[in-house]
Nanobody
Protein backbone atom coordinates (compact mmCIF):
# COMPACT_ATOMS: atom_id res chain seq x y z
CA UNK A 1 0.00 0.00 0.00
CA UNK A 2 1.37 3.38 -1.00
CA UNK A 3 0.95 6.29 1.37
CA UNK A 4 1.70 9.96 0.80
CA UNK A 5 1.40 12.19 3.84
CA UNK A 6 1.73 15.96 3.45
CA UNK A 7 2.62 18.35 6.24
CA UNK A 8 3.83 21.91 6.70
CA UNK A 9 0.81 23.86 5.58
CA UNK A 10 -0.48 26.85 7.50
CA UNK A 11 -1.22 30.56 7.41
CA UNK A 12 1.33 33.18 6.47
CA UNK A 13 1.38 36.80 5.38
CA UNK A 14 2.23 37.81 1.84
CA UNK A 15 5.96 37.75 1.27
CA UNK A 16 6.47 34.97 3.79
CA UNK A 17 7.67 31.39 3.35
CA UNK A 18 6.51 27.87 4.06
CA UNK A 19 8.01 24.46 3.45
CA UNK A 20 5.72 21.57 2.63
CA UNK A 21 6.80 17.97 3.14
CA UNK A 22 5.48 14.80 1.54
CA UNK A 23 6.50 11.52 3.15
CA UNK A 24 6.18 8.64 0.70
CA UNK A 25 6.04 4.99 1.75
CA UNK A 26 5.13 1.71 0.12
CA UNK A 27 7.06 -1.56 0.01
CA UNK A 28 6.34 -2.59 -3.57
CA UNK A 29 6.18 0.87 -5.01
CA UNK A 30 8.87 2.28 -7.28
CA UNK A 31 8.53 6.01 -7.31
CA UNK A 32 9.69 7.50 -10.58
CA UNK A 33 8.46 11.05 -10.16
CA UNK A 34 6.69 13.18 -7.60
CA UNK A 35 4.65 16.29 -8.08
CA UNK A 36 2.89 18.99 -6.15
CA UNK A 37 -0.51 20.25 -7.24
CA UNK A 38 -2.87 22.76 -5.69
CA UNK A 39 -6.56 23.54 -5.78
CA UNK A 40 -8.06 26.85 -4.77
CA UNK A 41 -11.77 27.20 -3.91
CA UNK A 42 -13.88 27.15 -7.04
CA UNK A 43 -10.93 26.36 -9.29
CA UNK A 44 -9.56 23.25 -10.93
CA UNK A 45 -6.55 21.45 -9.56
CA UNK A 46 -3.37 22.81 -11.12
CA UNK A 47 0.21 21.65 -11.43
CA UNK A 48 2.80 23.41 -9.27
CA UNK A 49 6.09 21.50 -9.49
CA UNK A 50 7.52 18.08 -10.30
CA UNK A 51 10.77 16.20 -9.77
CA UNK A 52 12.25 13.10 -11.40
CA UNK A 53 15.78 11.91 -10.64
CA UNK A 54 16.85 15.41 -9.74
CA UNK A 55 15.29 17.05 -12.76
CA UNK A 56 12.62 19.60 -11.95
CA UNK A 57 9.76 21.32 -13.71
CA UNK A 58 7.64 24.23 -12.48
CA UNK A 59 4.51 26.08 -13.44
CA UNK A 60 5.14 29.59 -14.69
CA UNK A 61 3.25 31.06 -11.74
CA UNK A 62 5.70 29.69 -9.15
CA UNK A 63 8.97 29.54 -11.08
CA UNK A 64 11.67 31.43 -9.22
CA UNK A 65 9.70 31.41 -5.95
CA UNK A 66 9.15 27.71 -5.23
CA UNK A 67 11.72 24.91 -5.10
CA UNK A 68 10.99 21.19 -5.17
CA UNK A 69 13.49 18.67 -3.80
CA UNK A 70 13.60 14.95 -3.03
CA UNK A 71 15.78 13.16 -0.49
CA UNK A 72 14.58 9.68 -1.45
CA UNK A 73 11.83 9.27 1.09
CA UNK A 74 10.44 12.77 1.44
CA UNK A 75 9.67 15.38 -1.18
CA UNK A 76 9.75 19.03 -0.18
CA UNK A 77 8.25 22.17 -1.62
CA UNK A 78 9.99 25.29 -0.40
CA UNK A 79 7.69 28.24 -1.03
CA UNK A 80 9.12 31.76 -0.81
CA UNK A 81 7.65 35.18 -1.59
CA UNK A 82 4.18 33.81 -1.09
CA UNK A 83 1.25 35.71 -2.56
CA UNK A 84 -2.47 35.62 -1.71
CA UNK A 85 -2.98 33.87 -5.06
CA UNK A 86 -0.99 30.91 -3.69
CA UNK A 87 -3.79 30.15 -1.23
CA UNK A 88 -5.00 26.62 -1.91
CA UNK A 89 -5.00 23.04 -0.72
CA UNK A 90 -1.66 21.55 -1.80
CA UNK A 91 -1.48 17.90 -2.82
CA UNK A 92 1.50 15.63 -3.23
CA UNK A 93 1.32 12.99 -5.94
CA UNK A 94 3.57 10.12 -6.98
CA UNK A 95 4.01 8.33 -10.26
CA UNK A 96 5.48 4.90 -11.01
CA UNK A 97 5.49 5.61 -14.73
CA UNK A 98 8.53 6.73 -16.70
CA UNK A 99 8.10 9.29 -19.45
CA UNK A 100 11.17 10.50 -21.32
CA UNK A 101 9.77 14.01 -21.56
CA UNK A 102 9.78 15.67 -18.16
CA UNK A 103 6.96 18.01 -19.17
CA UNK A 104 4.57 15.02 -19.15
CA UNK A 105 4.67 15.18 -15.37
CA UNK A 106 2.67 18.42 -15.47
CA UNK A 107 -0.45 16.35 -16.09
CA UNK A 108 -2.38 15.01 -13.09
CA UNK A 109 -3.26 11.83 -15.02
CA UNK A 110 0.43 10.90 -14.87
CA UNK A 111 0.16 10.26 -11.15
CA UNK A 112 -1.49 7.23 -9.61
CA UNK A 113 -1.06 8.04 -5.95
CA UNK A 114 -2.19 11.12 -4.05
CA UNK A 115 -1.97 12.50 -0.55
CA UNK A 116 -4.82 13.99 1.43
CA UNK A 117 -3.71 17.60 0.98
CA UNK A 118 -2.56 20.40 3.25
CA UNK A 119 -4.02 23.89 3.41
CA UNK A 120 -1.90 26.94 2.65
CA UNK A 121 -3.40 30.36 3.32
CA UNK A 122 -1.63 33.58 2.40
CA UNK A 123 -3.07 36.83 3.66
CA UNK A 124 -2.40 40.26 2.20
Amino acid sequence: QVQLVESGGGSVQAGGSLRLSCAVSGRTFTRVATGWFRQAPGKEREFVAGVRSGETVYSDSVKGRFTISDDGSTVYLQMNSLEPEDTAVYYCAASSLFYPVLQYYRASRTYGYWGQGTQVTVSS
